[in-house]
């Protein structure tokens, strides 16, 4: 491995003596990883040690390597975790700089580590093992953001206010349903990263560059160490495949379009035009220049910050598309996208998590009002009416009648006298202002899914059953 035509060209880092000539400057700025895939230190140690422990007990390794490896490999973790570690750019990427800096410390049992691997299986390993971890945070996350929700949506079980279809008043519902509707999104979200963990959870080392390698190695010894479920079946696929990365950025994908949904209903809520909500101080800010604004940048950004993850999974794919097998460089570009999306998911979910906790102060009198105004309760006028042996289509007609009868008096369908509710249908009897209440309209719609208050309750003790108590 040795170049002794340019002892110190920055190529002594794995590969030098094919070369003639030293690596561009700028090639080696091009090509180096290490700036941000250092980030998978800690994974690509661990995984060292296994494969080292492996192939101490295939016996391709003496226990003197093996226990040296080791004991260089925690130096060089210890050295990382306190910031001591110094990261070069000329050894390219985080996997480079490791193995160059455990040869420093113990010499030729360095060297042999990478008996029978390749980076391009040690790279995939590590961004398994690093994606699993992340998922595993994330899902934690989803797990708080929901409590908080759930616990929201049982204080306001029975606070009754608009439900909207095309954002028109369209017909009451609870609060406290309306917040489990976001629930009901955010359990698919954590079913998706369940299942997504299931397929980032298998070992691809041992596919050593593409081929596989000719050492004895035990492949499954590594994945039980690594707490892996299974191997990657076919080696040309386990180096070259990131559909594990994609999966996981459409799940994040959904998530922060789910979130975003949501933030854009904090910024209509919280407007005075709607007041529904009052936003805590703490999640708003001030203008520079007009002293009476305050601004709910927190969930602005949230949806915001939405377009990155979406871009971040459109990246991934570019990258995917045009790679023949099995590694190709473009691999490389998986990272920072995946790294972003950690990045944005997990403040984000901290942030709507501690938001809904205790910066949310529902309205419920503005809410009620705003149910009131927009004959919310002329579906349940038909429903009555079909109830009293009129087709649906017909009611809908008469109902329509009334409304605009209703509207041209500027008043609510609950507010006109029997006798001019009657012009419309002789069927209309007294019974039909229990109709026309909003309680009355929500308490009607009592089947599981609905939003009766009885069954909002019902909904969220099985959703914190689901959660379990964690
Ligand atoms: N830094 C590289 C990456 O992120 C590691 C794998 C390099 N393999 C190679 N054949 N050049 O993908």
Redesign the pocket.
Known sequence: MSNKQHPDDGRSSGWSGRFSEPVDELVKLYTA?VDF?RRLAQADIEASRAHARMLGATKVLSPEDVAAIERGLSTILGEIERGEFTWSRDL??V?LNIEKRLVALIGDPGKRLHTGRS??DQ?ATDLRLYLRSAVDAIAASIKRLRHALLDLAEKHAETIMPGFTHLQVAQPVTFGHHLLAYDAMLSRDAQRLAECRKRINLLPLGSAALAGTSFAIDRERVAQELGFDGLCSNSLDAVSDRDFAIEFAAAAALIMMHLSRFSEELVLWSNPRFGFVRLADRFCTGSSIMPQKRNPDVPELVRGKSGRVFGDLIALLTVMKGQPLA?N?D??ED?EPVFDIVDTLGPTLAIMTDLIAGGIEADAARMRAAASEGFATATDLADYLVRKGVPFRDAHEVVAQAVRHAESEHRDLSELPLASLQRFSSLIGEDVYVVLTLEGSVASRAHPGGTAPEQVRAAIRAARASLGSG
């Open positions: 990883s895939d390219e990427d996997h980076r391009n790279v590694y460089k691999n490389q990272k």
